[in-house]
């Protein structure tokens, strides 16, 4: 006996819409969690990647950064077991716009912003271009440790071919991108929904309400450390004062000044040093993390444009089937049709084929809306609970991180003062004898 699928029975004869709907969902629920757990359970990571040795580069008409970036990896996919390319910036964009026309639905990691940061003139300035190699070393860390992402065709473009393969590559892949980018782009802009699922209402406040609190540590963060860089350059003026002032007093005060100079100095040292591991340290995740709120953000708008366009045709097939039920009681005798010298009944049975035709193939497109809303939703709760994990593991290294670059540095500074004590207090000793 054939088995009819009961979404194209509903074109035959009457049936509730909703039960077709939860039977058809039923089926892909469980087809979908049979490909997730194939797509998703992998532990064994194959791919490693490290960005380093930024390089400047003069040039007649530019200058730019390169960036070295080392592959090794043991997938059969790949002719070689290591790689080593020279990479600039712009070929970073480049992979991620890529990146995200190829799977829209996923989570690509942030890459750090194109301009300067504050206070920062010079993008050629070593500390900046050492804090954007960080960041752009995190990036392809994020990308190689991707179940999905991972075995994208142009991450492999990026990773393995040298300078004149892959500017040819880019020129090559540019025109087609510009139209797959169109499409992405169409998805994300129509987002109006019904009735977004409460997971992804929850998802997004969450996301707000992170992303605003990030954005209040990194004004602080960036507060403090332009108030860490000013007491280096005051403690830098404040010790020679005292090595200046020893010069002029005799042998019991001048060792007190020599001490407390040398002091100073090692107090300066370690302060330019807890300031540069809050450069390095402490603001590049809250950034990143702001960007990645960004990111997330996107792909949940993504995901809503798949939603809307489900909704759609959600409507339209059901319009379609009541316009179907109403025709036997409808009236055609003053249709076009009619007029033109075809019977009422002939006329409704014209119209009745046409409907069961168009029922058919919305109900064909809502389907497969269907099947791409569930694997939006599949790509984005497995990618943000990984974002979660690597949050959670990344705000605790943060915080663990500053809470002992204070120790060192306040360390340092107590050890220093304590070693002077004796000195200083010889004087007081001498008088009381």
């Given at each position: 006996?054939?088995?009819v699928d009961?979404?194209?029975a509903?074109?035959?004869?009457p ?27 992998t532990d ?11 390089e ?6 530019e200058?730019?950064?390169?960036y ?17 390319t ?7 964009v ?10 829209p ?19 050629f300035?070593a ?61 994300a802009?129509?987002t ?5 699922d ?15 609190k990030?954005g ?18 005051e ?33 300066t040292?370690?302060a ?8 390095l340290?402490?603001?590049?995740p ?8 960004d ?8 995901r ?35 007029m ?9 049975q ?5 409907l069961n ?8 497109k ?8 569930e694997?939006?939703?599949?790509n ?9 994990e ?15 670059s204070?120790i ?9 003062w304590e ?15």
């Amino acid at each position: 006996m054939e088995n009819v699928d009961p979404l194209t029975a509903a074109t035959n004869e009457p049936s509730d819409p909703e039960d077709e709907l939860n039977t058809y969902h039923e089926k892909v629920d469980a087809e979908e969690d049979n490909v997730k757990q194939e797509e998703w359970d992998t532990d064994a990571q194959d791919l490693f990647t490290t960005v380093d040795n930024p390089e400047k580069h003069i040039l007649a008409m530019e200058t730019y950064i390169s960036y070295r970036v080392t592959t090794k990896t043991t997938r059969s996919c790949f002719d070689n077991s290591e790689y080593m390319t020279q990479r600039r910036y712009q070929d970073f964009v480049w992979l991620r716009t890529k990146l995200e026309n190829d799977h829209p639905t996923h989570l690509i990691p942030p890459l750090p912003a194109k301009f300067v940061v504050k206070g920062m003139l010079d993008r050629f300035n070593a500390e900046f271009t050492k804090r954007r190699c960080m960041a752009l070393h995190k990036f392809l860390s994020r990308l190689s440790e991707h179940p999905v992402l991972s075995f994208n065709e142009n991450l492999k473009v990026f990773l393995t071919s040298k300078a004149h393969e892959f500017t040819a590559y880019r020129k090559q892949s540019d025109g087609i991108m510009s139209k797959v980018s169109g499409s992405v782009k169409s998805i994300a802009t129509n987002t109006r929904v019904k009735e977004r699922d409460p997971e992804f209402n929850e998802m997004l406040d969450y996301i707000t309400d992170f992303s605003e609190k990030m954005g209040v540590l990194d004004r602080i963060g960036e507060r403090l450390l332009l108030e860490k860089k000013e007491l280096t350059t005051e403690m830098k003026e404040f010790g020679p004062t005292f090595s200046m002032w020893a010069s002029g007093e005799d042998d019991t005060v001048s060792p007190i000044m020599t001490s407390i100079s040398e002091c100073l100095d090692l107090c300066t040292g370690a302060a330019e040093e807890n300031a540069k591991r809050h450069e390095l340290n402490f603001v590049p995740p809250l950034k990143e993390y702001i960007l990645y709120s960004d990111a997330v953000k996107q792909v949940l708008k993504r995901r809503d444009g798949y939603q809307a366009n489900y909704d759609r045709l959600v409507d339209e097939h059901q319009k379609r089937r009541n316009e179907k039920e109403n025709l036997p009681k409808s009236d055609q005798s003053y249709s076009i049709s009619a007029m033109m010298g075809k019977s009422p009944d002939e006329v409704k049975q014209q119209k009745e084929q046409k409907l069961n035709q168009q029922i058919e193939e919305l109900a064909e497109k809502r389907d497969k809306s269907y099947d791409e809303l569930e694997k939006a939703n599949g790509n984005l709760r497995a990618d943000k609970d990984r974002w979660t994990e690597h949050k959670i593991q990344d705000l605790a290294t943060l915080f663990a991180d500053m809470a002992q670059s204070q120790i060192t540095y306040h360390t340092e500074c107590l050890s220093a003062w304590e070693n002077i004590l004796p000195t200083m207090q010889e004087p007081s000793a001498e008088n009381q004898q």
